[in-house]
């Protein structure tokens, strides 16, 4: 019986340990998300709203709008009117 509980609560103990660190992770992933703008020509700087939007990435988001293709940016505040951030398509 000893023995029993010498090698079971080890794995509990380690599978409480992964599973919480996946938790983790996930919620980090999702802080990571942010919403996107294109400024067109002859537009306010980061008023049309593009779907992607991530800080962090390799492939660089774009948009296409009246046959033209914008890379979008990022502001981290609603009401700023610029966009400082270059946006990237999250996870793939």
């Keep these: 019986m000893k023995t029993y509980f010498k090698i079971i609560i080890p794995a509990i103990s380690i599978l409480l340990a992964m599973s919480s660190s996946f938790a983790t992770q996930e919620s980090k992933k999702a802080q990571l998300l942010v919403d996107c703008y294109i400024t067109p020509i002859g ?50």
């Design 43 to 92: 537009h306010f700087p980061c008023q049309i709203y593009v779907g992607c939007g991530s800080l962090t990435g390799t492939i660089v988001c774009t948009a296409i709008f009246q046959g033209q293709t914008y890379q979008a940016y990022a502001k981290l505040n609603p009401t700023d009117t610029v966009c400082p951030f270059i946006c990237y398509k999250p996870f793939p």
